[in-house]
């Protein structure tokens, strides 16, 4: 959808913002508008279009991730407001880049009410709020609350003993610690206890564990407050600094977080395509099933990618290696973690949790249901019944939400199947249809609670629990599905080029389980998964996990983070302790977030300390030494893919470099972006022929990814609006080539073809089998460049001579190299 007149969007490169009171480490160290501008020439040079911010609007001080949103009103004066924004956006358009905003709609942040003005003013005045309108609150009297606004906050039942006076902002209040709570106008009199006035108030203090919560949250994080963007007040109190920033030039497009929290995705879509124009980029963040399609009349450019990093890792998995690992993780979980595992497991944790962390949303669903009722059917409904009923409905839907059109029968046959098999639900489930063919409340709360319970189910428990091969376990991904064929691939990515030729394509994200590089070598463990077994059977022998289901999920994650010399450091030992302890609760065996087991823990931890110090380093070090140079080919052709395929690539700040991040917090470390400048400086002009990847690994992976950005932004018009097709390498290795050819818009046959790029697949087994020996690759008539090495082609060539010395190949015809910087 980008028009001429405005700035290409070719690339775009995440940053994570974040001012000094945010640091986790309590350094104070701080990346704010003034901190990007430095690297301003750096991302240039690199080749991106884009800066892509994290979110920019008023959080709290400490949040180092800024989605918890307490004023979206507001430029966050921590990262230098917005004089610092059009500063930021000055110096970018000085070197021909834009900006890109990630935008949060479906939420704010409450976990200190004094911190934002309108959840402190409804809990001031209640219904009577000129801001009560804008958060999803259940004010029924039948909300758990007495028809107040009921607030998870007690320690203890009965701890509204301890309630206290206190002053806020100049406001009366009631503090509980150190929660404070307005008092509303009237309502206190001289001599009136804290007890009594709390009595009068419009908010109502619940033990935490009651599980009483009458307003919509992000899914089970009590401290995040839905809002009501269905409302057109809320949405223009909401987004008016959006206009703004539109209106003064200063961003060229916008990232939506979380669309599937809203009442109403699609519409809200349309509503925020008008705001922002046709000519602007808009990308959501959808979270697409395997095979579900994105709504085509979905007026956005795409998704923010998952989808494309399933398809990039998934082609280079060995799927040979399914038996194998299946049977593997059989031995040390009890479970083969296939298909029929995965399914059955995901429908249990989506259960349990509707009924335990979602379940007042549930809750909240069935009194909907009942009041949006239009007919009698399945009046006498016993309500445990209904409450079940329910539970299981959405743990059986397969996908996030399932109202868009595109997927208008899901539903439909979810409810026909559970009818067949459990005829005593026919009842409730005619109540639940007959609530949701009502298109009221019910059927809104019905596609957020499955939302919710899908991701509460999926990725936070399910994916901390399968273990057959977790680079599997990513958002959008499917561990039950061992791969991606070649011809899947391929059929994907003429998909995305026919569809959704600018969505975004991603590798790493805010919120991937473990970076590209780290998923690149826990890939590579399919290439000699015998190896791995004999490793894995090794180590536990010195060193016997706790329990072994643990013990082999954590141990696939060390490997991947684990130093290719052997020399872990305490920097190291520190984060994989915290990731550890962070996994270890949101599988939720045997210990959780809200009921800690120390000692378990610590005897999870004790284990990881025995192989960090151990005899097992020894094994764990051999083996990432095997395979470390197929871990560096996978990375480097992958990310190649990723950036010459269809779509709007995004690189996550600091990938252009092999990285080794596990799970948030841990991927939001700051960046060493002096060494990043060095490095490029270094790599300038083409790669001698004796480069070594294993032994600059970072410099090569740099260098691809920068020789790709560059291209893409010397001819847009190819990956903007150009075709796709595969190319074929030919003779006895074939199958470890993937390559793909980038064709010009309004040109046919082969001599339309402009670009190609060539990837190694399976790189230890075609080593193991001596190369690629008469494989060959055709090119269409005439000269070609591989523009990383600077090395000229033409015609049929041998394998071995277009990927010497990289595993890679990146060729543009030649006539169109001189314009591409090397």
Request: proline share 6%; charged share 25%.
């Amino acid at each position: 959808m980008s028009a001429p007149s405005r700035r290409p969007i070719t690339a775009t490169y995440r940053l994570q913002m974040r001012g000094p009171q945010a640091d986790e480490s309590g350094n104070g160290r701080a990346f704010r508008f003034s901190d990007a501008e430095e690297i301003v020439d750096y991302l240039a040079d690199l080749g991106i279009s884009h800066l892509y911010l994290s979110p920019i609007f008023r959080s709290p001080v400490d949040s180092s991730h800024g989605y918890d949103i307490i004023d979206p009103t507001e430029i966050n004066p921590e990262l230098g407001g917005l004089e610092g924004l059009r500063k930021l956006s000055a110096k970018a358009k000085e070197r021909g880049l834009g900006i890109i905003i990630d935008i949060v709609p479906n939420h704010v942040g409450v976990a200190r009410p004094e911190l934002n003005s309108w959840w402190w003013d409804v809990l001031k005045n209640g219904r009577e709020s000129e801001y009560e309108p804008f958060f999803d609150i259940d004010w029924h009297e039948d909300n758990g609350a007495g028809g107040k606004l009921g607030l998870p906050i007690l320690g203890q039942p009965g701890d509204e003993d301890t309630l206290e006076f206190t002053e806020v902002n100049g406001d009366e209040a009631l503090a509980y610690y150190d929660n404070y709570f307005p008092i509303a106008p009237g309502t206190r009199q001289d001599g009136d206890t804290p007890q009594e006035v709390y009595a009068r108030q419009h908010y109502c203090l619940k033990f935490w564990r009651d599980g009483v919560i009458s307003y919509r949250r992000f899914f089970s994080v009590n401290d995040l407050a839905g809002i009501r963007q269905e409302d057109a007040r809320v949405f223009e109190h909401t987004h008016g600094i959006i206009r703004r920033l539109i209106a003064e030039d200063l961003i060229d497009g916008v990232r939506v977080d979380h669309p599937d929290g809203l009442s109403d995705p699609f519409h809200y879509i349309q509503r925020l395509r008008d705001l922002v124009g046709p000519d602007r980029w808009l990308v959501v963040e959808k979270i697409l099933g395997v095979d579900e399609p994105l709504d085509p009349r979905l007026p956005a450019d795409g998704t923010t990618g998952y989808d494309a990093l399933r398809e990039c890792d998934g082609v280079f998995i060995s799927r040979e290696a399914e038996d194998t690992l299946s049977m593997l993780a059989l031995h040390y979980t009890g479970s083969t973690w296939d298909d029929t595992a995965i399914r059955a497991t995901e429908e249990q944790l989506k259960r349990e949790v509707a009924n335990s962390e979602l379940a007042a949303e549930v809750r909240r669903l069935a009194r909907a249901i009942r009041r949006d009722n239009f007919s009698t059917a399945g009046s006498s409904v016993d309500e445990q019944l209904l409450l079940d009923t329910i539970e299981d409905l959405v743990a059986a839907i397969p996908v996030y939400r399932a109202d868009y059109i595109s997927l208008s029968r899901v539903t439909a046959t979810v409810v026909a199947d559970m009818a067949r098999r459990f005829p005593s639900r026919r009842d409730a489930l005619d109540l639940i249809v007959a609530a949701l063919l009502a298109k009221k409340e019910a059927k809104v709360r019905f596609a957020q609670v499955c939302g919710a319970v899908m991701a509460k189910g999926v990725e936070d428990t399910t994916f901390y629990r399968a273990s057959r091969l977790i680079a599997l376990q990513e958002v959008g991904g499917d561990p039950g599905r061992f791969g991606v064929s070649a011809a899947e691939f391929h059929l994907l990515q003429q998909e995305r080029a026919s569809l959704w030729p600018h969505a975004m394509t991603t590798l790493s994200t805010h919120d991937t389980k473990r970076d590209e590089d780290v998923r690149a070598r826990i890939i590579e463990l399919t290439e000699i998964p015998n190896e791995f077994a004999e490793t894995v059977r090794r180590i536990f022998a010195l060193v016997p996990a706790p329990d072994s289901a643990t013990g082999y999920f954590l141990l696939q994650n060390l490997l991947g983070i684990w130093p290719a010399d052997g020399q872990v450091s305490e920097s190291l030992r520190s984060r994989f302790h915290a990731y550890t302890l962070k996994a270890l609760r949101e599988a939720g065996l045997h210990t959780t977030w809200v009921d800690q087991d120390s000692a378990y823990e610590q005897s999870v931890l004790d284990w990881c300390d025995a192989l960090i110090d151990g005899p097992a380093s020894t094994q764990i070090t051999d083996l990432v030494q095997r395979l470390y140079p197929g871990q560096v080919a996978i990375s480097v052709g992958r990310k190649l893919l990723q950036l010459i395929g269809p779509g709007i690539p995004d690189v996550y700040q600091g990938a252009e470099f092999l990285t080794d991040s596990l799970v948030d917090p841990d991927n939001r470390r700051f960046v060493d972006y002096v060494a990043r400048r060095q490095a490029l400086q270094a790599t300038a002009g083409p790669l001698p022929q004796d480069t070594d990847l294993a032994t600059m690994p970072h410099r090569v992976k740099q260098k691809v990814v920068a020789t790709a950005l560059r291209l893409r932004r010397a001819y847009p018009e190819i990956f903007r609006d150009g075709g796709y097709e595969p190319a074929f390498a030919e003779g006895p290795a074939e199958s470890h080539a993937v390559g793909i050819a980038r064709l010009a818009p309004e040109e046919e046959g082969p001599e339309a073809v402009k670009v190609i790029a060539v990837a190694t697949r399976r790189p230890l087994i075609l080593a193991e089998r001596g190369g690629w020996k008469d494989t060959t690759f055709t090119l269409p008539a005439g000269q070609w460049t591989e523009l990383i090495t600077g090395a000229t082609f033409e015609g049929t060539i041998a394998m071995s001579d277009l990927l010497s010395p990289l595993p890679t190949a990146l060729l543009v015809r030649s006539e169109l190299a001189d314009d591409v910087e090397s």
